[in-house]
């Protein structure tokens, strides 16, 4: 099982996670300073490394703009706060177990016009950094107002 993340280069705008922000902003929430957005897929298979490499880096990431981290499921994130003296926080959102995730069927098709053809579930979700002083309590308000529709995703924050 590999965890994908992808991850937009430096020297390029973050334009999701700089609507994020405004968003953030526009419900009164001032002590976030910045977001970032990441999408993140979960391909649980029997493929190997080398193809969940090009898996990221053909199908899923965009070459000019966009880098990708392909990590076992299980090991840590991978992303640094050295750039920010503030806190990070991390929320992820998933869909629910049953939902349909149309985003999930078409990677799945497209992973075989690759040319791997093997089984494979594939699951996509949205990973928001967010930078500033935040209590646990506007955390969970800006999941479930802005991230997350908790009818059919759910959220961790981390």
Known sequence: M???????????????GKHVLSDITGIGIRNVIKVEYSPLYIIDGDINFVEAKMIASELLSDKIIETYTVNNHSEHD???????????????????????????????????????????????????YLYGKISQTVLNNIATKLLANTLIQEYKIK
């Not at 280069?9 to 973050?14: D, P, S, V």
């Open 78 to 128: 991978s992303k640094s706060t050295a750039t920010f003296n503030c806190a990070l926080f991390v929320v992820e959102v998933w869909y629910k177990t049953g939902v349909t995730d149309t985003v999930s069927e078409s990677v799945m098709k497209a992973v075989k016009d690759l040319g791997i053809i093997k089984e494979m579930k594939v699951k996509m979700g949205h990973k928001y």
């Open 2 to 16: 590999f965890k994908i993340e992808i991850l937009t280069k430096k020297g390029f705008k973050n334009s999701h």
